[in-house]
C-alpha cells in the first residue's frame, strides 16, 4: 500500500524558513517523480515543486523559485522541500504527491499525503 | 501558462441526478493531458481521471471523463452521497502544471 506521510509544517515568521518532509512507502520510490502542492485556506490546488526521481531535474513554479528548494533522498525514501523567506502568502496546507506516470517529469498525483499545514505570520 | 476556468462554481443536485462539470482551458492541452481529482473537506486530493477519460484504480464506473483541446468533462451518472465533494481539474501537458479553481457539487 502507498503511503505518504508529510511532516515539519508550523508556525514561522515572515522572512523565516521551514523544511518540511515527506516519508514514502509502499512504492520503488526512486522510480517516480515527486511534487509538492500547496493549498491555501479555504482556497484551490497550487502546484509548487517537483523532481524527477533520480533528483536530478527540479522545477519550481514562479511563485517559489529563488525562495524554496526541493530535494530528495532515495536511500531514506523521503522527500525534502526547504523554504525559505516565507510569507504570508504562502501559508497553506502543503501536500506531497506521487506521480502517476513512470517518467521523469511531474505530471499528476495519484497518490497524496495527508499535508502539513504552514502558518506564515508575526 | 495554461488557465483552467472550471464551471459552474458551484452544482446543486439530488443524489441520483446527472452531474455535469466542465474545465476550459485557455489553449490547447497537449494529448489529453488532463486530470480530474475530488476534495473533501479536510481530506487530500484523490484522483478520479486521467488523460482526459481514463479512471484511476478503484473508481467507480458513474465517474466519467471526456473532450479534448481546449474543453472537458467530468460526468457522474448518479450520485451518491459520498459524491458531494469539490472537484478540480489539472492540466499536465505543459509546464507549469495547473489547476483549475474546483467546482463544488452539494447537496440540493
Known amino acids: 500500500e502507498v503511503q505518504l506521510v508529510e511532516s515539519g509544517g508550523g508556525l514561522v515568521q515572515p522572512g523565516g524558513s521551514l523544511r518540511l518532509s515527506c516519508a514514502a512507502s509502499?512504492?520503488?520510490?526512486?522510480?517516480?517523480?515527486m511534487s509538492w502542492v500547496r493549498q491555501a485556506p479555504g482556497k484551490g490546488l497550487e502546484w509548487v515543486s517537483a523532481?524527477?526521481?533520480?533528483?536530478?531535474?527540479?522545477y519550481y513554479a514562479d511563485s517559489v523559485k529563488g525562495r524554496f528548494t526541493i530535494s530528495r533522498d532515495n536511500s531514506k525514501n523521503t522527500l525534502y522541500l526547504q523554504m525559505n523567506s516565507l510569507r504570508a502568502e504562502d501559508t497553506a496546507v502543503y501536500y506531497c504527491a506521487k506521480d502517476g506516470l513512470f517518467s521523469d517529469n511531474w505530471n499528476y498525483g495519484d497518490y497524496w499525503g495527508q499535508g502539513t499545514l504552514v502558518t506564515v505570520s508575526s | 501558462e495554461i488557465v483552467l476556468t472550471q464551471s459552474p462554481g458551484t452544482l446543486s443536485l439530488s443524489p441520483g441526478e446527472r452531474a455535469t462539470l466542465s474545465c476550459r482551458a485557455s489553449q490547447s492541452v497537449s494529448s489529453s493531458y488532463l486530470a480530474w481529482y475530488q476534495q473533501k473537506p479536510g481530506q487530500a486530493p484523490r484522483l478520479l481521471i486521467y488523460?482526459?477519460?481514463s479512471r484511476a484504480t478503484g473508481i467507480p464506473d458513474r465517474f466519467s471523463g471526456s473532450g479534448s483541446g481546449t474543453d472537458f468533462t467530468l460526468t457522474i451518472s448518479r450520485l451518491e452521497p459520498e459524491d458531494f465533494a469539490v472537484y478540480y481539474c489539472?492540466?499536465?501537458?505543459?509546464?507549469?502544471?495547473?489547476f483549475g479553481q474546483g467546482t463544488k457539487v452539494e447537496i440540493k
Open positions: 488523460g482526459a477519460s
Open positions: 509502499g512504492f520503488t520510490f526512486s522510480s517516480y517523480a
Open positions: 523532481i524527477s526521481g533520480s533528483g536530478g531535474s527540479t
Open positions: 489539472q492540466q499536465y501537458g505543459s509546464s507549469p502544471e495547473t
